[in-house]
Protein backbone atom coordinates (compact mmCIF):
# COMPACT_ATOMS: atom_id res chain seq x y z
CA UNK A 1 0.00 0.00 0.00
CA UNK A 2 2.81 2.39 0.61
CA UNK A 3 4.92 1.29 -2.66
CA UNK A 4 2.17 2.29 -4.34
CA UNK A 5 1.22 5.93 -2.44
CA UNK A 6 5.13 6.44 -3.56
CA UNK A 7 4.74 6.08 -6.76
CA UNK A 8 2.04 7.79 -7.43
CA UNK A 9 3.30 10.51 -5.77
CA UNK A 10 6.48 10.62 -8.30
CA UNK A 11 4.46 10.27 -11.11
CA UNK A 12 2.42 13.30 -10.00
CA UNK A 13 6.05 15.70 -9.32
CA UNK A 14 7.24 14.52 -12.77
CA UNK A 15 3.60 15.55 -14.55
CA UNK A 16 4.43 19.00 -12.66
CA UNK A 17 7.82 19.58 -13.95
CA UNK A 18 6.92 18.63 -17.06
CA UNK A 19 3.91 21.22 -17.17
CA UNK A 20 6.01 24.09 -16.10
CA UNK A 21 8.60 23.23 -18.45
CA UNK A 22 6.01 23.42 -21.03
CA UNK A 23 4.50 26.59 -19.74
CA UNK A 24 8.41 28.30 -19.76
CA UNK A 25 9.21 27.14 -23.29
CA UNK A 26 6.27 28.27 -24.27
CA UNK A 27 7.02 32.28 -22.87
CA UNK A 28 9.84 32.05 -24.57
CA UNK A 29 8.57 31.08 -28.03
CA UNK A 30 6.13 33.91 -27.39
CA UNK A 31 8.91 36.33 -27.09
CA UNK A 32 10.66 35.17 -29.44
CA UNK A 33 7.60 35.40 -31.68
CA UNK A 34 7.75 39.24 -31.40
CA UNK A 35 4.07 39.77 -29.85
CA UNK A 36 3.81 43.20 -29.27
CA UNK A 37 4.30 44.31 -25.54
CA UNK A 38 1.45 46.26 -23.83
CA UNK A 39 2.74 50.00 -23.29
CA UNK A 40 1.68 53.49 -22.03
CA UNK A 41 3.52 56.29 -24.04
CA UNK A 42 3.22 59.68 -24.33
CA UNK A 43 4.35 62.12 -26.92
CA UNK A 44 7.33 64.84 -25.87
CA UNK A 45 5.49 68.67 -25.74
CA UNK A 46 7.39 71.62 -26.15
CA UNK A 47 6.38 73.99 -23.31
CA UNK A 48 7.06 77.45 -21.38
CA UNK A 49 7.78 76.40 -17.86
CA UNK A 50 9.11 78.86 -14.99
CA UNK A 51 12.24 77.64 -13.70
CA UNK A 52 12.13 77.08 -10.00
CA UNK A 53 14.92 76.05 -7.30
CA UNK A 54 13.09 74.29 -4.66
CA UNK A 55 14.24 74.51 -1.25
CA UNK A 56 12.97 73.54 2.48
CA UNK A 57 14.20 77.12 4.52
CA UNK A 58 13.47 78.08 8.17
CA UNK A 59 11.98 81.90 9.35
CA UNK A 60 13.78 84.11 10.94
CA UNK A 61 13.00 87.30 12.61
CA UNK A 62 14.50 90.31 11.07
CA UNK A 63 16.12 91.32 14.34
CA UNK A 64 16.12 89.80 18.00
CA UNK A 65 16.87 91.71 20.86
CA UNK A 66 17.66 90.80 24.62
CA UNK A 67 16.24 93.11 26.86
CA UNK A 68 18.50 93.89 29.98
CA UNK A 69 18.67 96.32 32.59
CA UNK A 70 21.46 99.00 32.31
CA UNK A 71 20.61 100.06 36.01
CA UNK A 72 20.46 98.27 39.09
CA UNK A 73 17.68 98.33 41.74
CA UNK A 74 13.92 96.62 42.15
CA UNK A 75 11.95 96.13 39.55
CA UNK A 76 8.92 98.45 40.56
CA UNK A 77 6.52 97.48 37.88
CA UNK A 78 5.55 94.77 34.81
CA UNK A 79 3.89 96.72 32.32
CA UNK A 80 3.97 93.65 29.25
CA UNK A 81 2.34 90.36 29.04
CA UNK A 82 3.63 87.38 27.73
CA UNK A 83 3.29 87.37 23.86
CA UNK A 84 2.29 91.13 23.92
CA UNK A 85 3.06 92.74 20.36
CA UNK A 86 4.77 96.06 21.36
CA UNK A 87 6.30 99.32 19.46
CA UNK A 88 9.43 100.76 19.67
CA UNK A 89 9.35 103.03 22.75
CA UNK A 90 6.83 101.46 24.50
CA UNK A 91 7.76 100.84 28.34
CA UNK A 92 8.11 97.58 29.59
CA UNK A 93 9.32 97.64 32.98
CA UNK A 94 9.76 100.15 35.48
CA UNK A 95 12.80 100.18 37.71
CA UNK A 96 12.70 101.85 41.78
CA UNK A 97 13.11 105.23 40.58
CA UNK A 98 13.44 106.60 44.27
CA UNK A 99 17.42 106.01 44.48
CA UNK A 100 18.00 107.99 41.09
CA UNK A 101 15.84 111.15 41.91
CA UNK A 102 17.94 111.33 44.96
CA UNK A 103 21.47 111.24 43.19
CA UNK A 104 19.82 114.03 40.16
CA UNK A 105 19.01 115.95 43.76
CA UNK A 106 22.68 115.62 45.12
CA UNK A 107 24.12 116.33 42.04
CA UNK A 108 22.31 119.60 41.45
CA UNK A 109 23.05 120.64 44.85
CA UNK A 110 27.07 120.10 44.34
CA UNK A 111 26.71 122.20 40.71
CA UNK A 112 24.43 124.73 42.45
CA UNK A 113 27.54 125.06 45.38
CA UNK A 114 30.58 125.11 42.82
CA UNK A 115 28.80 127.45 40.75
CA UNK A 116 28.63 130.10 43.39
CA UNK A 117 32.46 129.20 44.49
CA UNK A 118 33.30 130.19 41.16
CA UNK A 119 31.45 133.66 41.34
CA UNK A 120 34.13 134.28 44.36
CA UNK A 121 36.85 132.99 43.05
CA UNK A 122 36.13 135.54 39.77
CA UNK A 123 35.47 138.23 41.84
CA UNK A 124 38.83 137.83 44.20
CA UNK A 125 40.84 137.30 40.85
CA UNK A 126 39.33 140.51 39.03
CA UNK A 127 39.96 142.79 42.15
CA UNK A 128 43.87 140.85 42.77
CA UNK A 129 44.33 141.50 39.28
CA UNK A 130 43.61 145.24 39.69
CA UNK A 131 46.02 145.14 43.07
CA UNK A 132 49.10 143.36 41.27
CA UNK A 133 48.60 145.89 38.59
CA UNK A 134 49.43 148.50 41.66
CA UNK A 135 52.47 146.15 43.36
CA UNK A 136 49.60 145.76 46.43
CA UNK A 137 49.55 142.08 45.92
CA UNK A 138 52.30 139.73 45.67
CA UNK A 139 52.36 137.90 42.23
CA UNK A 140 52.25 134.47 44.08
CA UNK A 141 48.77 135.15 45.89
CA UNK A 142 47.77 136.43 42.44
CA UNK A 143 48.72 133.28 40.81
CA UNK A 144 46.51 131.07 43.85
CA UNK A 145 43.59 132.64 43.00
CA UNK A 146 43.87 132.37 39.29
CA UNK A 147 44.66 128.85 39.69
CA UNK A 148 41.29 127.92 42.63
CA UNK A 149 38.90 129.95 39.89
CA UNK A 150 40.51 127.73 37.03
CA UNK A 151 39.80 124.31 39.27
CA UNK A 152 36.18 125.83 40.21
CA UNK A 153 35.83 125.76 36.12
CA UNK A 154 36.73 122.31 36.31
CA UNK A 155 34.46 121.27 38.83
CA UNK A 156 31.23 122.37 37.13
CA UNK A 157 31.85 120.83 34.30
CA UNK A 158 32.50 117.25 36.46
CA UNK A 159 29.11 118.46 38.52
CA UNK A 160 27.48 119.04 35.45
CA UNK A 161 28.35 115.24 33.94
CA UNK A 162 27.55 113.96 37.08
CA UNK A 163 23.91 115.31 36.42
CA UNK A 164 23.61 114.12 32.97
CA UNK A 165 24.35 110.87 34.21
CA UNK A 166 21.96 110.87 37.28
CA UNK A 167 19.44 111.85 34.80
CA UNK A 168 20.59 109.05 32.43
CA UNK A 169 19.83 106.77 34.75
CA UNK A 170 16.78 108.02 36.03
CA UNK A 171 15.77 107.91 32.15
CA UNK A 172 17.03 103.77 32.11
CA UNK A 173 15.18 103.08 35.42
CA UNK A 174 11.98 102.83 32.39
CA UNK A 175 12.87 100.42 30.28
CA UNK A 176 11.62 100.73 27.19
CA UNK A 177 11.40 98.14 23.92
CA UNK A 178 13.93 99.09 21.32
CA UNK A 179 12.37 97.15 18.32
CA UNK A 180 8.67 97.54 17.34
CA UNK A 181 7.86 93.23 17.59
CA UNK A 182 6.61 90.62 19.85
CA UNK A 183 7.32 89.70 23.54
CA UNK A 184 8.08 85.95 24.62
CA UNK A 185 8.43 85.02 27.84
CA UNK A 186 8.77 87.85 30.57
CA UNK A 187 11.99 85.95 32.29
CA UNK A 188 11.73 88.70 35.53
CA UNK A 189 9.07 90.44 37.25
CA UNK A 190 8.26 92.63 39.24
CA UNK A 191 9.59 92.14 42.22
CA UNK A 192 13.40 91.65 41.22
CA UNK A 193 16.67 92.70 42.21
CA UNK A 194 18.49 93.99 39.24
CA UNK A 195 21.83 94.91 39.12
CA UNK A 196 23.73 97.53 36.87
CA UNK A 197 24.08 95.61 33.65
CA UNK A 198 22.68 92.75 34.63
CA UNK A 199 23.35 89.48 32.52
CA UNK A 200 19.77 88.54 33.30
CA UNK A 201 17.37 88.74 30.42
CA UNK A 202 14.26 90.44 31.27
CA UNK A 203 12.61 89.24 27.78
CA UNK A 204 13.42 88.80 24.45
CA UNK A 205 11.98 90.70 21.51
CA UNK A 206 11.44 89.41 17.91
CA UNK A 207 10.70 92.10 14.82
CA UNK A 208 8.40 89.83 13.30
CA UNK A 209 6.99 91.91 10.87
CA UNK A 210 8.47 92.12 8.11
CA UNK A 211 10.30 88.66 8.34
CA UNK A 212 13.10 86.39 6.87
CA UNK A 213 12.69 83.27 5.36
CA UNK A 214 16.63 81.96 5.37
CA UNK A 215 17.48 78.91 2.64
CA UNK A 216 19.65 77.11 0.79
CA UNK A 217 20.49 76.19 -2.46
CA UNK A 218 23.41 74.35 -4.90
CA UNK A 219 26.03 76.58 -5.85
CA UNK A 220 25.73 76.02 -9.25
CA UNK A 221 22.55 78.28 -9.39
CA UNK A 222 24.70 81.33 -8.08
CA UNK A 223 25.77 82.61 -11.07
CA UNK A 224 22.05 82.95 -12.24
CA UNK A 225 20.72 83.84 -9.23
CA UNK A 226 23.35 86.78 -9.54
CA UNK A 227 22.39 87.45 -13.05
CA UNK A 228 18.80 87.87 -12.39
CA UNK A 229 19.20 90.52 -9.28
CA UNK A 230 21.12 92.55 -11.76
CA UNK A 231 17.78 93.05 -13.70
CA UNK A 232 15.47 93.03 -10.49
CA UNK A 233 14.69 91.60 -7.04
CA UNK A 234 13.99 88.10 -7.75
CA UNK A 235 10.62 86.50 -6.04
CA UNK A 236 10.35 83.63 -3.61
CA UNK A 237 7.15 81.33 -2.90
CA UNK A 238 7.16 79.96 -0.36
CA UNK A 239 4.27 77.60 1.89
CA UNK A 240 4.91 76.83 5.64
CA UNK A 241 4.04 73.30 6.83
CA UNK A 242 0.59 72.82 7.47
CA UNK A 243 -0.89 74.94 5.36
CA UNK A 244 -1.79 72.78 2.00
CA UNK A 245 -4.35 74.14 0.11
CA UNK A 246 -3.88 78.15 1.01
CA UNK A 247 -2.10 80.30 -1.13
CA UNK A 248 1.67 80.73 -1.36
CA UNK A 249 3.21 83.83 0.04
CA UNK A 250 5.04 86.25 -2.04
CA UNK A 251 8.43 87.36 -0.88
CA UNK A 252 11.66 89.31 -2.41
CA UNK A 253 15.48 87.91 -2.35
CA UNK A 254 16.76 90.51 -0.20
CA UNK A 255 20.69 88.96 0.43
CA UNK A 256 22.86 86.45 -0.71
CA UNK A 257 25.61 85.30 1.78
CA UNK A 258 29.10 86.05 0.40
CA UNK A 259 30.41 82.66 0.77
CA UNK A 260 29.51 79.52 -0.21
CA UNK A 261 29.63 76.28 2.42
CA UNK A 262 32.74 74.46 1.16
CA UNK A 263 31.13 71.40 3.35
CA UNK A 264 27.86 71.26 1.50
CA UNK A 265 28.16 73.59 -1.83
CA UNK A 266 25.18 75.28 -1.11
CA UNK A 267 25.03 79.33 -0.57
CA UNK A 268 22.35 80.94 1.97
CA UNK A 269 19.83 83.18 0.59
CA UNK A 270 17.38 85.13 2.89
CA UNK A 271 14.13 86.24 1.34
CA UNK A 272 12.10 89.17 3.28
CA UNK A 273 8.20 89.14 3.96
CA UNK A 274 6.02 91.88 5.27
CA UNK A 275 4.08 89.40 7.37
CA UNK A 276 1.54 91.78 8.08
CA UNK A 277 -0.92 88.26 8.69
CA UNK A 278 1.27 86.64 10.46
CA UNK A 279 1.40 84.05 8.68
CA UNK A 280 5.10 83.00 9.03
CA UNK A 281 6.36 82.67 12.56
CA UNK A 282 9.98 82.32 13.77
CA UNK A 283 11.96 78.88 13.58
CA UNK A 284 9.34 77.57 11.11
CA UNK A 285 9.99 75.47 8.33
CA UNK A 286 8.77 76.09 4.85
CA UNK A 287 9.18 75.36 1.65
CA UNK A 288 10.70 77.47 -0.77
CA UNK A 289 10.22 77.69 -4.44
CA UNK A 290 12.83 80.29 -6.15
CA UNK A 291 11.69 81.65 -9.51
CA UNK A 292 15.04 81.73 -11.74
CA UNK A 293 13.66 82.06 -15.02
CA UNK A 294 11.29 80.72 -17.42
CA UNK A 295 12.17 78.61 -20.19
CA UNK A 296 10.70 78.78 -23.68
CA UNK A 297 9.53 76.09 -25.99
CA UNK A 298 11.64 73.42 -23.86
CA UNK A 299 10.91 69.87 -24.68
CA UNK A 300 9.38 67.87 -21.84
CA UNK A 301 8.32 64.40 -20.55
CA UNK A 302 6.51 62.84 -17.91
CA UNK A 303 9.84 62.81 -15.04
CA UNK A 304 8.75 58.66 -15.23
CA UNK A 305 9.55 58.16 -18.48
CA UNK A 306 13.54 58.59 -17.75
CA UNK A 307 15.55 56.20 -16.69
CA UNK A 308 19.02 55.67 -15.48
CA UNK A 309 21.44 53.57 -17.25
CA UNK A 310 25.12 53.11 -17.68
CA UNK A 311 25.71 55.78 -20.29
CA UNK A 312 23.27 58.05 -18.22
CA UNK A 313 19.79 58.91 -18.62
CA UNK A 314 17.51 57.71 -21.15
CA UNK A 315 14.20 56.83 -22.28
CA UNK A 316 12.19 54.57 -24.82
CA UNK A 317 10.46 55.78 -28.08
CA UNK A 318 7.69 53.78 -30.02
CA UNK A 319 9.06 53.95 -33.89
CA UNK A 320 7.35 53.05 -36.83
CA UNK A 321 5.80 49.96 -36.59
CA UNK A 322 5.60 49.67 -33.18
CA UNK A 323 9.45 48.87 -32.25
CA UNK A 324 10.84 50.05 -29.07
CA UNK A 325 14.00 52.23 -29.61
CA UNK A 326 16.01 53.04 -26.29
CA UNK A 327 17.96 56.74 -27.06
CA UNK A 328 20.17 58.91 -24.17
CA UNK A 329 19.08 61.96 -23.48
CA UNK A 330 20.18 64.98 -21.52
CA UNK A 331 18.51 66.37 -19.13
CA UNK A 332 17.71 69.58 -17.78
CA UNK A 333 15.80 70.69 -15.16
CA UNK A 334 12.63 69.03 -13.62
CA UNK A 335 9.59 71.44 -13.25
CA UNK A 336 6.34 70.08 -11.44
CA UNK A 337 7.20 66.28 -12.82
CA UNK A 338 8.24 66.80 -15.78
CA UNK A 339 12.12 66.95 -16.96
CA UNK A 340 13.48 68.99 -19.33
CA UNK A 341 14.94 67.57 -22.39
CA UNK A 342 17.73 69.44 -23.62
CA UNK A 343 19.00 66.83 -25.96
CA UNK A 344 18.14 63.87 -27.56
CA UNK A 345 14.30 64.39 -28.06
CA UNK A 346 11.82 66.34 -30.01
CA UNK A 347 8.69 67.77 -30.23
CA UNK A 348 5.99 64.12 -31.24
CA UNK A 349 8.42 61.76 -30.49
CA UNK A 350 6.46 58.99 -28.43
CA UNK A 351 7.93 58.60 -25.52
CA UNK A 352 6.99 55.05 -22.74
CA UNK A 353 6.19 56.53 -19.11
CA UNK A 354 5.11 53.00 -18.04
CA UNK A 355 5.87 49.27 -18.98
CA UNK A 356 9.69 50.01 -19.51
CA UNK A 357 10.66 47.04 -17.75
CA UNK A 358 9.37 44.32 -20.16
CA UNK A 359 11.03 46.33 -23.44
CA UNK A 360 14.48 46.10 -24.60
CA UNK A 361 15.51 47.41 -27.77
CA UNK A 362 13.98 46.25 -30.95
CA UNK A 363 11.09 44.85 -28.69
CA UNK A 364 7.71 45.01 -30.64
CA UNK A 365 4.96 47.41 -28.59
CA UNK A 366 1.57 47.83 -28.08
CA UNK A 367 0.62 51.60 -27.04
CA UNK A 368 -1.98 51.19 -24.19
CA UNK A 369 -4.21 53.85 -22.25
CA UNK A 370 -3.35 54.75 -18.50
CA UNK A 371 -6.18 52.50 -17.47
CA UNK A 372 -5.03 49.68 -19.59
CA UNK A 373 -1.44 49.62 -18.30
CA UNK A 374 -1.90 50.94 -14.99
CA UNK A 375 -1.31 47.29 -13.19
CA UNK A 376 1.81 46.61 -15.86
CA UNK A 377 4.89 47.23 -13.82
CA UNK A 378 6.95 49.57 -12.44
CA UNK A 379 7.53 53.16 -13.60
CA UNK A 380 11.08 53.03 -13.66
CA UNK A 381 14.28 50.68 -13.79
CA UNK A 382 14.49 48.16 -16.38
CA UNK A 383 17.27 47.41 -18.82
CA UNK A 384 20.10 50.15 -19.71
CA UNK A 385 19.75 52.14 -22.73
CA UNK A 386 23.20 51.64 -24.94
Not at 45 to 68: D, Q, R, S
Not at 342 to 358: A, C, I, N, S, Y
Request: glycine share 8%.
Amino acid sequence: MSRMFFSRAVVLALSVLFLCSCSGSGEKSAAREGRPVPVEAVPAKAATLPLMVKAVGNVEPMATVAVKPQVGGAIAAQLVRDGADVAKGDLLFKIDPRPFELAIREAQAKLDRDKALIVKAEEDLKRYATLKAKDVVAQEQYDLTFSQAKTLEGTIRLDQATLERARLDLEYAEIRAPISGRIGTVQLTAGNVLKANDDRTMCVINQISPIFISFSVPERYLPAIMARQKEGALTVTSSPDGEQGREPLVAKLASVDNTVDAKTGAIRLKAIYENTDHRLWPGQFVRVDLALSTLTNAVVIPTRAVMDGLKGPYVFLIGEGGVAEARQIATGPIVEAQTVVEKGLVPGDMVVVDGQVRLAPGTKAEIKTAAATADAGPKNGGEAGQ
